[in-house]
């Protein structure tokens, strides 16, 4: 089992950036004219936490070639030996396959709306059906759900903290999110929000 997880690990991330972010960021491109990818590279607020996004998915990628790649690492990322379970392996596996399909689901349901950061130069569309018409932040619920699966696959410290980081990140997300939306959409987003929960 150990052998599969430090295989698959790799694959995992490889597959979610390349499907859910590259892939779909160069189809949404091609049909907007535009990148989708708007996060701030300024030393604002909303800068920073996109600044932060960025760090935590390269040390997601970095931990990932650390753990894979060096099997006798695992002693130096502190595992929390009591959440280790050989049986319950498969099922956190397929939490996280879960997480992967959810998201790239959730994204293909925006469309043309799909947006890293926030667009304040385009009017997208409001999207409430398909997996929106369950949760307002479908794909930061499956980026939560591939992270919470990473942690209880592999329970050490570090994939506690980009669990953490990673969680508190999307929260601070989706409230910046929210307030544009309002602004974006007035009472159309507030009645969508009245009927849908922000998360599940």
Known sequence: MEQIIRIGLPIYFVLFFGIAFVLKSLFVAKRIG???????????????????????MFGL??????????P?????????????????????IGIM???????????????????????TETKTKLITTGLFGISRNPIFLGMIVSLVGLFFLTPNTWTLLFMILGYVLIQ?????????????????????????RRLV
């Open 72 to 92: 006798d690492s695992n002693s130096y990322l502190l595992p929390i030996k009591i959440l280790e379970n050989q049986n319950l392996k498969y099922v956190e």
């Open 34 to 56: 535009k990148n989708p990818l708007v996060l701030p590279k300024d030393d604002s607020a909303y800068g920073l936490i996109g600044l932060y996004f960025k760090l935590t």
């Open 61 to 70: 990628l970095c931990y990932t070639i650390f753990y894979s790649f060096l």
């Open 172 to 196: 601070i997300q989706i409230r910046l999110e929210e307030d544009f939306l309002i602004e974006q959409h007035g009472n159309e987003y507030l009645e969508y929000k009245e009927k849908v």
């Open 97 to 119: 396959i879960v997480g992967l399909i959810w998201t790239i689901i959730a994204q293909n349901h925006m469309k043309e709306s799909w947006r890293i950061g926030i667009d």
